[in-house]
């Protein structure tokens, strides 16, 4: 993807929580880093300080957690979506999460360093502040999404969900993933499922 190109679908979704005047623009993208990541290569591991936050222009992630030499997964981030260990990102601190490519992931991303002198910088520093709470209420949003799944829905209800909101992931991600994601094994999905297929026939 031509870099120009890949600014103009950042600076398109962008808008969902901020729009830059030319000038501004400019000097937004000079903070700006194009990366990629091969399939099963890491955006961020366990112990290791996440530094940065990701836009993805093409492919996928997955995090998860490591618990008895068995792995968790948490979530997954797809196309004009971003990711971060974003506690880490924020604090400094090492992180507890793995971030994974899942497939060849192309990314936009920027640093908390660029991301202070953005702040530091009197055209730029308003509408930063905004992407940067705005960005923070969609993370805070999303994980009380899931908490609130696993309390309040069974296995078969978060399945259901995912058929109405999520169908990318059941389309582009192995079913162990899948079953993992909803806490359960991938046995029970095939149960789950076909229980679903006799239902609608």
């Known amino acids: 993807m031509d870099s120009?190109?890949?600014?103009?679908?950042f600076r398109e979704q962008l808008k969902k929580y901020v729009e830059f005047n030319e000038a501004e623009w400019i000097l937004f993208t000079q903070h700006l880093s194009f990366s990629s990541l091969k399939k099963k290569r890491y955006f961020a591991e366990y112990g290791q300080t996440c530094d940065k936050v990701g836009f993805i222009l093409t492919g996928s992630v997955r995090y998860f957690h490591v618990?008895?030499?068995?792995?968790?997964?948490?979530?997954?981030?797809?196309?004009?979506e971003y990711l971060s260990s974003y506690k880490s990102y924020l604090t400094?601190?090492?992180?507890?999460?793995?971030?994974?490519?899942?497939?060849?992931?192309?990314?936009?991303?920027?640093?908390?360093?660029?991301?202070?002198?953005?702040?530091?910088?009197p055209m730029l520093a308003?509408?930063?502040e905004r992407?940067?709470?705005?960005?923070?209420?969609?993370?805070?949003?999303c994980y009380e999404d899931r908490v609130t799944a696993f309390v309040t829905q069974t296995p078969e209800e978060r399945y259901l969900?995912?058929?109405?909101?999520?169908?990318?992931?059941?389309?582009?991600?192995?079913?162990?993933?899948?079953?993992?994601?909803?806490g359960i094994t991938p046995v029970s999905l095939s149960r789950i499922r076909k229980r679903i297929l006799e239902t609608v026939r």
């Open 92 to 121: 400094g601190l090492p992180g507890y999460v793995y971030i994974q490519a899942l497939e060849d992931t192309k990314l936009i991303t920027f640093t908390k360093e660029d991301m202070d002198q953005m702040l530091n910088n």
């Open 4 to 9: 120009s190109v890949a600014l103009q679908i």
């Open 131 to 141: 992407f940067g709470r705005l960005l923070a209420e969609h993370y805070l949003i």
């Open 161 to 182: 969900q995912l058929l109405s909101t999520g169908r990318e992931i059941l389309q582009r991600m192995p079913q162990h993933y899948i079953a993992n994601y909803l």
């Open 67 to 80: 618990k008895d030499g068995g792995e968790i997964t948490g979530y997954f981030s797809f196309e004009n």
């Open 126 to 128: 308003y509408k930063m």
